[in-house]
């Protein structure tokens, strides 16, 4: 009688639990969905829009992959204690300068990956900025499913040896909605041998 009782309490430990990560789940992707709409508003607002002009008028809102946990990866990353300061290649002959922080190394689908870290030096004494981590990427969607010259993904320095590195929140650069922008080139060493089926997917105009 105590074992069947036993199983029992095991059980419901187990469905709460189960339970409980579909909750956080669920409130993960609501979250996402949100920042999702509140983008698309932004965009349609001609004073904060990056469209061009002539997009604006047709624009219903940006495509994305589903939502989905699996890509929002807990990345263990080594950073570099004499990190070297670069000149970024963009798509004009601006060369903003960034510290390579890192390197990041995590698994997709049972494939190793990894990605350079970068900081923006003209943001890191701007506030809201300090930790402020840019991960740019390509990947085997990029020119198919997603913008071909690839996307970006902004990070936060965390204590440890990991960074979150949240694929669902990858973003097109704004060179691809108006060539007045100049935007940041992922170097060749961010290309992932995977499909990163999640995040903004190539602007449809």
Not at 89 to 109: H, M, Q, S
Request: proline share 5%.
């Amino acid at each position: 009688m105590r074992g069947i009782f036993t199983c029992i309490i095991l059980f419901a430990l187990i469905t709460a639990s189960f339970g409980q990560k579909s909750k956080t789940d669920k409130d993960y992707i609501k979250s996402v969905i949100k920042e999702r709409k509140e983008k698309d508003k932004e965009f349609i607002d001609a004073d904060n829009s990056p469209l061009d002009p002539k997009y604006r008028k047709s624009f219903s809102g940006l495509n994305y992959f589903k939502v989905d946990p699996y890509w929002r990866i807990n990345a263990r990353i080594e950073t570099n204690e004499k990190p070297d300061t670069i000149k970024m290649k963009t798509t004009t002959e601006r060369l903003p300068l960034y510290i390579v922080y890192g390197k990041a190394y995590f698994t997709v689908n049972g494939n190793s990956c990894e990605l350079t870290i970068y900081r923006n030096v003209g943001l890191m004494s701007k506030p809201g900025y300090e930790d402020y981590l840019f991960v740019p990427f390509r990947d085997k969607t990029s020119g198919e499913k997603s913008y071909g010259g690839g996307r970006y993904v902004d990070a936060r320095i965390m204590e440890g040896d990991h960074v979150i590195i949240d694929f669902n929140k990858a973003y097109n650069p704004y060179c691809v909605y108006s060539k007045k922008y100049s935007c940041p080139v992922p170097p060749s060493e961010n290309y992932l041998e995977v499909e990163v089926t999640a995040g903004e997917k190539d602007f449809a105009h």
